[in-house]
């Protein structure tokens, strides 16, 4: 008997010959597809907190696959509280805005240790602890995942 482990995504090949002292011998390959984990992490930033009315911030939403597997599918909602007004998006994929929610289209296939950046460019309108509301899925991923960004209005 004998173990293999592999941290490294792909096809590994073991070959084992075996012989005895009469002079008989046997060969054999034997070979394993090792696919990996996706590990998907969300992060959400304000690039100015706090924020005057009618000043203007962005929200830059991060996504890194930390795993050695892909991640499909990935689709990226972001929903805006009243105190702020989502104007302008930017990102690996085109975005609808529809009132006070952003949702990018589906990102295809994210690597393995590969990070994707979506921007969203929003205007100040009421004062108050604004809470920015992100929300992940993807093919693999059930519950999506959700990340929160207060910032402050005044």
């Not at 007004?85 to 085109?94: I, L, N, W």
């Amino acid at each position: 008997n004998y173990r293999v482990v592999s941290a490294i995504v792909g096809t590994h090949c073991t070959a084992l010959t075996s012989a005895c002292a009469e002079g008989l011998e046997a060969s054999g390959e034997g070979c394993t597809e090792w696919t990996g984990k996706s590990a998907i992490l969300l992060e959400v930033i304000d690039t100015a907190d706090p924020v005057v009315i009618g000043a203007e911030t962005s929200f830059v939403i991060k996504v890194r696959n930390q795993g050695s597997a892909p991640e499909e599918s990935i689709v990226v909602i972001a929903e805006f509280p009243p105190e702020f007004e989502p104007m302008k998006t930017q990102g690996p994929t085109v975005a609808d805005m529809l009132g006070q929610v952003v949702t990018f289209r589906p990102y295809a296939r994210l690597a393995g240790h590969e990070t994707i950046e979506y921007s969203i460019r929003a205007r100040a309108k009421v004062a108050g602890d604004a809470r920015l509301s992100v929300k992940l899925s993807s093919r693999l991923l059930d519950p999506p995942l959700v990340e929160e960004e207060s910032t402050q209005v005044y």
